[in-house]
């Protein structure tokens, strides 16, 4: 794999470009955004999204979707997940049978409860869709911090592809053919870190912040395995270690927007605070909508939505999950006979 198209000049988008340039490929990055292309021209540096994080000369940029696509071995989808789907759309016509795709955002479509790479396929139905996510945020990325990912993928072919397409002695790359329980971990962990971020917001300590975690991912398992994901995605890399560095890290945006409403900002001063797309606030609905769908409870998930839309105040949501039915914690473990 030599010649490699990005869709989406976003931070990520951005960050996975050093990553394959540094990896000898030919990497080309598209924008709809016309004063975004000629910002990366002239200073090759997202001066806002990634500041500091200098772009190889090799890498190229374009506003044009055919000139992105058309002679690329592989194509990095990056756009937010709330604009994947009109984003595939302008894609299809240029995308060769057999083509792989590379899904990098997380998300669930609200109206369809679809996935990334489910979205994808239905748009680009000749493509070989693929995902590529784990713990990492693009900050460190981008500066050559060690970082762990899984590529997943329908058949091992071109998970391996992938692997040795981004694996160097920085980026660590793993191989799963587990692409549901992989976008679910990853979508809804950003539910989750909008719950730790409030927390964070109200002055709560590390006793509620390892609640949350513990009990997040024991909410994502829940809905992963009643939709057919495997426990082990969900306890690896792309499960819990993404819930981890998205509810822990100062550059989670989604962390970043839920401490924002735990000081009492509105769900919109907040993400107009962050100035980037908060893509847990796109997944909270989805993820209610899929709970009713598979009969699964997911007590924080509903306040989270609560807190949203339903101007509830946050402090409140965290009282009423302390305050629920006595529970114990694993019911399929059996009291031994007194």
């Known amino acids: 794999m030599k010649n490699i198209g990005i869709i989406g000049a976003g931070s990520w988008g951005t960050a996975l470009a050093t990553v394959l340039a540094n990896n000898n490929k030919q990497v080309q990055v598209w924008s709809i955004m016309e004063d975004e292309v000629a910002m990366l021209r002239e200073n090759h540096e997202h001066l806002t999204k990634l500041p500091g994080v200098k772009l190889a000369d090799s890498i190229t940029f374009t506003t044009d979707m055919r000139e992105a696509i058309e002679d690329k071995e592989m194509l990095v989808l990056a756009v937010p997940s709330v604009f994947t789907r009109s984003t595939a759309k302008t894609m299809a016509p240029y995308v060769k049978e057999n083509q792989i795709i590379v899904c990098v955002a997380k998300g669930i479509e609200e109206d369809t409860l679809m996935t990334i790479t489910d979205v994808v396929e239905q748009e680009i139905p000749q493509a070989d869709v693929c995902v590529l996510c784990g713990p990492s945020h693009a900050e460190e990325v981008g500066i050559g911090l060690p970082t762990t990912l899984v590529a997943g993928a ?46 964070d917001g109200l002055g709560y300590g590390d006793n509620t912040k390892a609640a949350l975690i513990t009990r997040g991912i024991a909410e994502i398992s829940r809905l992963g395995i009643a939709m057919g994901a495997k426990p082990e995605t969900i306890s690896g890399l ?25 000081q009492g900002y509105t769900m919109e001063e907040a993400t107009k605070e962050v100035q980037m797309v908060v893509e847990g606030i796109y997944s909270a609905k989805a993820a209610l909508g899929l709970a009713e769908k598979y009969n699964v409870s997911l007590p924080i998930i509903e306040e989270v939505n609560k807190v949203l839309f339903d101007g509830k105040a946050a402090k409140d949501g965290v009282a009423d999950l302390m305050l629920r039915d006595k529970r114990v914690e694993h019911a399929d473990l059996a009291w031994e006979e007194s």
């Not at 560095?245 to 409403?261: D, F, I």
């Open 154 to 199: 329908k058949t091992e072919q071109s998970a391996r592809l992938i692997q040795d397409t981004f694996m160097n002695d920085y980026m660590r790359i793993y191989t799963s053919p587990d692409r549901l329980g992989m976008e679910l971990g990853g979508s809804l962990k950003n539910v989750i870190a909008l719950a730790a971020g409030m927390a």
């Open 238 to 262: 792309t499960g819990i270690g993404d819930l981890i560095v998205t509810c822990e890290s100062r550059h989670s945006r989604n962390r970043k927007a839920g401490m924002l409403m735990g």
